[in-house]
């Protein structure tokens, strides 16, 4: 069966300072990768999504970036944190042939 | 994109009572699902139902595609059903597992 994995579970990181944030699944090849944002008032945003390796599309222009090295490896990364990226990250995925989407358990990022 | 609108915002129910909860979306879509989002904040899978009707355990949905929307019946509700339900969609056109959700649905259960 297909597993997500994602990590850390938590983190608090300083203004200014890098981010680095890995999903990974299991199970399952050539997946579609999404990540999400849910900030405070409960609705979720898509960031980046990809189809293939190297190949990142963004929703929403921002101080992020994505990247996806392998097949199902995505790494969500930003250069210099800003207050406003705090939040809580999901990592998804979906097969190319079904929509159904599937939901990582999500990281508590808190910029300080 | 997609706009998905849910109500009620807030619930609060005792165990035991019944509950339907709305998602009207905007265009045709592709895909709806029903999450719950436990208090660890982790989406869990409720049901994959772009049209048509689905039961598991207490829990059923219907999406009436034609009309735009969708409801998740909640019977005998138990506190652990308690948090946030999200219904969220995918356009018509498209391949991709890409979501847009509605704001949410908190359920609060008293024992």
């Known amino acids: 069966s297909q597993t997500i994995h994602q990590w850390p579970a938590t983190l608090v990181q300083p203004v200014g300072s890098p981010l680095s944030l890995e999903c990974t699944v299991e199970?399952?090849?050539?997946?579609?990768l999404y990540w999400y944002r849910q900030a405070a008032g409960r609705g979720l945003q898509l960031l980046f999504y990809?189809?293939?390796?190297?190949?990142i599309s963004s929703e929403v222009p921002q101080n992020l970036s994505a990247s996806r090295p392998q097949d199902r490896q995505f790494i969500l990364s930003s250069k210099k944190l800003l207050l406003s990226d705090s939040g809580f990250y999901l990592c998804?995925?979906?097969?190319?042939?079904?929509?159904?989407?599937?939901f990582g358990q999500g990281t508590r990022l808190t910029v300080v | 994109g997609i706009q998905v609108e849910q109500s009620p915002p807030d619930l609060i129910l005792q165990e035991g009572a019944n509950s339907t909860l709305r998602c009207n979306f905007s265009?045709?879509?592709?895909?709806l699902q029903w999450f719950h989002q436990n208090p660890w904040g982790q989406l869990i899978n409720l049901f994959y139902?772009?049209?048509g009707t689905k039961q598991n355990g207490r829990l059923s949905a219907t999406t009436v595609a034609t009309e735009r929307y969708s409801l998740l019946y909640i019977s005998s509700s138990q506190t652990t059903d308690s948090g946030v339900y999200f219904c969220?969609?995918?356009?018509?056109?498209?391949?991709?597992?890409?979501?847009?959700f509605g704001r949410g649905t908190q359920l609060t259960v008293w024992p």
């Open positions: 998804a995925w979906s097969g190319q042939l079904d929509t159904e989407a599937f």
């Open positions: 199970g399952t090849s050539n997946p579609n």
């Open positions: 990809s189809i293939g390796i190297d190949q």
């Open positions: 265009d045709s879509v592709n895909n």
């Open positions: 139902i772009p049209s």
């Open positions: 969220a969609v995918s356009d018509r056109g498209s391949t991709l597992g890409r979501l847009y």
